[in-house]
């Protein structure tokens, strides 16, 4: 079985500051994704990377890939209020027999105060 | 730009009492999901399909049943309702698995009690 485990829990900061999570695991992945939840709505991707080392930039999102395709990271640099949600990484499976299915993180819960 | 209909948004049932979830997805792809998600236990996955006429168990099955029997339905049924199965449940698709992510509904938040 693939764990995803995701760093911090929670995350409670202040508007304009930079944050990071992290999204570790011991199993090689063939892309890894990240989503966006608010209260009361679905997962809503935000970006995939499927290159080992591979940087993608949304806005003030960097989101990034590493080497070993075993980890990745995301960073919002000077958080707003609107930032503020549930954050999920999820991993899918290198070994191409598991039909599509996803590995989740447990998530980060981020909260932005004004 | 439907994407993934579930219905409902919201159900109570008693215990022992039977209900069935609908899935309906209009980008015509191949891959189903149904997920459960509790708080600190993340998304589980219950079943999967792979196409029409097709079905799988996924992590957490027991208790579930699945039907797919047009490509662009997916329905979860609940035979008989338990206080475990309290939940927000979530249906996902995809049209090449998992690889490029998937396109979730808005969920349906089900009390058992």
């Known amino acids: 079985t693939q764990l995803l485990e995701q760093s911090p829990q929670f995350l409670s900061i202040q508007e304009g500051e930079n944050l990071t999570v992290y999204c570790n695991s011991s199993?090689?992945?063939?892309?890894l994704q990240w989503y966006r939840q608010e209260p009361g709505e679905g997962p809503v991707l935000l970006v995939t990377?499927?290159?080992?080392?591979e940087v993608k930039k949304l806005k003030r999102l960097t989101f990034q890939f590493g080497d070993a395709r075993k980890d990745s990271s995301l960073h919002i640099t000077a958080a707003q209020p609107g930032d503020t949600g549930l954050y999920l990484c999820a991993g899918a499976d290198a070994g191409g027999t598991s039909y599509g299915k996803l590995t989740f993180g447990q998530g980060t819960i981020l909260t932005v105060h004004p | 730009n439907a994407g993934v209909t579930q219905t409902p948004k919201f159900r109570v049932l008693k215990t022992g009492q039977s209900m069935t979830l609908l899935c309906a997805q209009d980008m015509n792809h191949e891959y189903m999901y149904w997920y459960r998600q509790d708080p600190g236990m993340g998304l589980r996955l219950i079943h999967y399909s792979v196409g029409e006429g097709t079905t799988a168990k996924g992590e957490v099955p027991d208790g579930y049943n699945v039907s797919r029997l047009k490509k662009q339905n997916f329905l979860l049924g609940l035979e008989s309702a338990a206080p475990s199965q309290t939940s927000v449940y979530f249906c996902?698709?995809?049209?090449?698995?998992?690889?490029?992510?998937?396109?979730f509904g808005s969920g349906t938040r089900l009390t058992v009690v």
């Open positions: 990377v499927v290159t080992g080392g």
């Open positions: 996902a698709s995809s049209y090449s698995g998992g690889h490029y992510g998937y396109t």
């Open positions: 199993s090689v992945f063939s892309s």
